[in-house]
């Protein structure tokens, strides 16, 4: 309960996300609420989308520059599985003039191995037998989170830890078309990515998790376009300038990206949407 109520009530000095809700969805977006009837853009990622700690991120740059409501459908955590179960969202998505979709981490997505959490996707639920048999030496009881698992099993059995890879990016592969299959409308696809300069946040590499060139052009025939930043202004050490948050969120600020990455995206975004907005 406390974590979603920092989600909702930031501490003194925090910024307020006006956490909103649409239609019958339970889920809590950052507001404020957009109006839905007349044109408007609609925006679904993970926690780069949602913005925290930046006042303005990218969805309310465009809509700023643009000059139409962007219903920002960022979200903390999220993985795909968020979506493709959020009916709401695939409504509003489907009668918006376009609709940006992040690309988001493979690791947060149910599979054949191991479920996430519906919601909070980067929560570690259960693993299956199969996973069970194939590293019978883990004790899964021991992870609450999908990436904290990933890395032990990597440095623990990087022998079996191929197996695992192969079946995260296929199911990754059948979800992300599964989602963009549902979206009636234009649908931008953002890959966001990290310059290589830049140290990852773990050893499993840089986020997007496992999603590379290969899979990106397996997606790509369903979508209208395909944007991809290498932004500067991601996460490094330290929070980024502009940042806004209370003394308590200052650790959480570390893997966030800051006001300069939410322009460069914005400014790689707008031609391609004007575009399609045509």
């Not at 489907?94 to 479920?115: D, E, H, I, P």
């Not at 773990?202 to 060139?213: H, K, M, R, Y």
Request: with cysteine.
């Amino acid at each position: 309960m406390m974590g979603d109520m920092a989600y909702e009530y930031p501490g003194q000095g925090g910024l307020d996300y006006f956490p909103c809700r649409y239609g019958k969805s339970k889920l809590l977006f950052r507001g404020p609420r957009r109006r839905l009837d007349g044109d408007y853009l609609a925006v679904i990622g993970g926690s780069e989308t949602y913005g925290k700690f930046v006042a303005d991120p990218y969805p309310a740059l465009l809509e700023q520059s643009i000059g139409q409501p962007v219903v920002n459908f960022g979200y903390m955590n999220a993985g795909i599985d968020v979506f493709v179960n959020e009916p709401t969202v695939i409504d509003i998505c489907s009668k918006a003039l376009v609709t940006v979709v992040q690309l988001m981490g493979a690791q947060n997505t149910s599979n054949r191995f191991y479920a996430v959490h519906p919601r909070r996707n980067d929560r570690f639920l259960r693993a299956s037998p199969l996973m069970k048999t194939i590293f019978r030496e883990v004790d899964f009881t021991d992870f609450n989170f999908t990436r904290h698992m990933l890395n032990t099993l990597r440095l623990h059995a990087p022998d079996k830890f191929p197996i695992l890879v192969d079946e995260l990016r296929a199911a990754w592969l059948a979800r992300m078309k599964l989602l963009l299959q549902r979206i009636e409308g234009k649908v931008l696809l953002l890959w966001l990515e990290p310059p290589a300069h830049l140290p990852a946040r773990d050893d499993l590499g840089p986020d997007p998790f496992l999603v590379d060139a290969d899979l990106v052009s397996r997606i790509r025939p369903l979508a209208a376009g395909l944007v991809h930043v290498r932004s500067t202004g991601l996460p490094a050490p330290g929070a980024s300038p502009g940042m806004i948050y209370s003394e308590l969120e200052e650790p959480q600020t570390h893997d966030m990206p800051g006001p300069a990455c939410h322009g460069d995206v914005a400014r790689a975004l707008e031609p391609a949407l004007r575009e399609l907005m045509q």
